[in-house]
């Protein structure tokens, strides 16, 4: 079981729809959760980082987390083509004061115009 | 305020030679942590450091060596180049004080090896 799991896609969604993007992870305690969006041949950019249960929201972009299900998902509203990119989560995995981001391979997304 | 700086942007390689990348991290930072991207296996961590000390190491061979200096700039090196070694490498630097800290990419170094 990888630690960290996506799925790869390509999840295409229609330009104005809502895309829903999911990450679940293996390690129960696991405390940071964060949503790269990564364009092609560009580097990572972080779009939210979420440490509690339930929602965050950040302009179109909503992260939520359920530690019980050990499951995070991002929730794009009124997606645009400019949002066509691959979203990576990460997870800051626990253990002894150190930290080591452990990243999914990511769901490429792909709004329809 | 200036972002996570690598250097060079692209390098090409022959098999069997060493290379060394550089990474400077956002003012204050004291955490750099190392990944390798390729198409097949995602981002692959190879190390964080956090002021001068290796904190943590991925999974990679001895040939993959890193360091960070006092003004928090990180380097790593590869030695004795592989075909398989060519991918991005990508920098990312943190506050790294607590679990709760957000990391930002560097544009990444493209290796080659050939």
């Known amino acids: 079981q990888k630690e960290v799991e996506q799925n790869s896609g390509p999840l295409s969604v229609p330009e104005g729809a809502i895309a829903s993007l999911n990450c679940t992870y293996s390690d129960r305690g696991s405390q940071s959760f964060f949503w790269y969006r990564q364009y092609s041949g560009k580097s990572p950019e972080l779009i939210m980082s979420?440490?509690?249960?339930g929602d965050k929201e950040d302009g179109r972009f909503t992260a939520q987390l359920n530690k019980a299900s050990q499951y995070v998902s991002l929730l794009i509203r009124d997606s645009q083509p400019s949002d066509s990119a691959t979203y990576l989560c990460a997870v800051n995995k626990a253990g002894s004061g150190t930290y080591k981001y452990i990243f999914g391979t990511g769901t490429r997304l792909k709004v329809l115009a | 305020k200036a972002g996570v700086t690598q250097t060079p942007r692209y390098l090409i390689k022959t098999r069997g030679q060493q290379v060394t990348l550089s990474c400077s991290p956002i003012s204050g930072h004291r955490s750099v942590s190392w990944y390798q991207q390729t198409p097949g296996q995602g981002l692959q961590f190879l190390f964080e450091?956090?002021?001068?000390?290796?904190?943590n190491k991925g999974n990679f061979p001895g040939r993959f060596s890193g360091r960070q200096f006092s003004n928090s700039r990180s380097e790593m090196n590869v030695s004795t180049l592989e075909l398989g070694d060519s991918a991005l490498y990508l920098c990312a630097s943190s506050l790294g004080v607590t679990m709760n800290t957000e990391a930002f990419f560097g544009q990444g170094t493209r290796l080659t090896v050939v």
């Open positions: 450091y956090f002021s001068e000390t290796q904190r």
């Open positions: 979420i440490y509690s249960n």
